[in-house]
């Protein structure tokens, strides 16, 4: 069955960085595109970034654009955010989703259990 384990989150100061990694398993990785999402407290979920399933296009939402990347490693089966300069309102629950199809405009089919970030002094 299809199972994504992300790891990478904690505690960090605002305009520190973070590396979220997700390894994924039960599907053919290279096949799907695949995205970040995140929850806050009190919000609903937000599409943070998505990778298309060869890694040659990137979405990301404007309040992270210029600060958070976007990768994936095809023959690990691996996708990374890297989050620079972060901010407190960065701080959420972050979910590794993979998506229906292998453009970044399908619908999320499976969701990771998420790793916390906090930002805070």
């Known amino acids: 069955q299809v199972q994504l384990a992300e790891s990478g989150g904690g505690l960090v100061q605002p305009g520190g960085s973070l590396r979220l990694s997700c390894v994924a398993s039960g599907f053919t990785f290279s096949s799907y595109a695949m995205s970040w999402n995140r929850q806050a407290p009190g919000k609903e979920r937000e599409l943070v970034a998505a990778?298309?399933?060869?890694?040659?296009?990137?979405n990301y939402a404007d309040s992270v654009r210029g600060r958070f990347t976007i990768s994936r490693d095809n023959a690990k089966n691996t996708v990374f955010l890297q989050m620079n300069s972060l901010k407190p309102e960065d701080t959420a629950v972050y979910y590794c989703?993979?998506?229906?199809?292998?453009?970044?405009?399908?619908?999320?089919?499976?969701w990771g259990q998420g790793t916390q970030v906090t930002v805070s002094s």
């Open positions: 990778i298309s399933a060869a890694g040659a296009s990137t």
């Open positions: 989703t993979k998506r229906a199809g292998s453009t970044y405009y399908r619908r999320v089919d499976y």
